[in-house]
């Protein structure tokens, strides 16, 4: 009898939590938007907010032909005011991806073909980091320059990176020696602080809890104005102690933005 009774509980629950499941996900974007235009009191929101800031700045200095890698540059595209054709590549097929690229295999490109790149968070998730790296060098034209993003933590890894993806982060420095090859980095900035670093590990944590459980996605739904004022105070609280952290030993992204080597500067061939 316990055992039925339990079946028909548990059943019940999945047939509750799939319709509230959809409507929490649309109401949640509706109320605190979605990647990348998230405001305040979105639970990512600091892994996104200092990319904006810097995007602003430097995205004016990409042109011409740009290629853009990974399908979350694809959002900033309009941020490139001098781009004459953008070109999306990934592994993966989806909005806005012109070339859907294999790992280890050539991407079907000429060399020397684009005169700017953008690469946000895409070596988060891509199965071959350094043979997506060489491609990138490969497909643009020497002095051009390349913009790179990354998460320096796991807590911001998992924020940005999708489920299911390999937990990839870079400190700045290991980001800067992963371009060494066939870059040479003119721009590096850590991207938020101590306070961002904390946000993300909590939000993220409680996140990915509720994500595991029926039972506390269901509640996450129900008790959705707490949840997002939490998420708002700790956001604040984030970017005040990011402002007042004198050490900046601790960040949560990097972004670089390097030149291509010419082609006499590249070590051999193996």
Known sequence: MADVVRKIADRSVRLIA????????????????SYPNVRPWHYQWRALQPLHEDL????????????????????????IADAGEVVGVD??????????VHPGQPWP????????????????????????LAEMARVLRPGAL???????????????GPAGAPLRYYTADGLRQALGAHFTVTTLRREGGIGSALALLILGW?????????????????????????CAALNLAAVIVDAVDPTR??????????????????????
């Open 56 to 79: 602003r700045e430097v995205l004016p200095l990409l042109g011409g032909r740009v290629l853009v890698v990974g399908r979350a540059g694809l959002g900033h595209r309009a941020m």
């Open 146 to 160: 390349v913009v790179v993003r990354a998460p320096a933590t796991p807590s911001a890894a998992a924020a940005i």
């Open 206 to 230: 409680m996140q990915a809890w509720a994500d595991k459980s029926r039972v506390a996605r269901l509640l996450q739904a129900f008790f959705l104005p707490l949840w997002i004022g939490f």
């Open 18 to 33: 799939r319709p509230m499941a959809w409507l929490y996900a649309r109401l949640y974007a509706l109320i605190c938007g």
């Open 249 to 270: 030993a601790f960040y949560s992204s990097t972004l670089l933005v390097a030149v291509r080597k010419a082609d006499d500067a590249l070590p051999p061939q193996d």
């Open 109 to 132: 490109l000429p060399a020397a073909s684009f005169d700017a790149q953008l690469c946000i968070d895409a070596l988060v998730r891509v199965a071959d980091p350094a043979h997506a």
């Open 91 to 100: 592994e993966s097929p989806g909005p806005g991806i012109t070339l859907v």
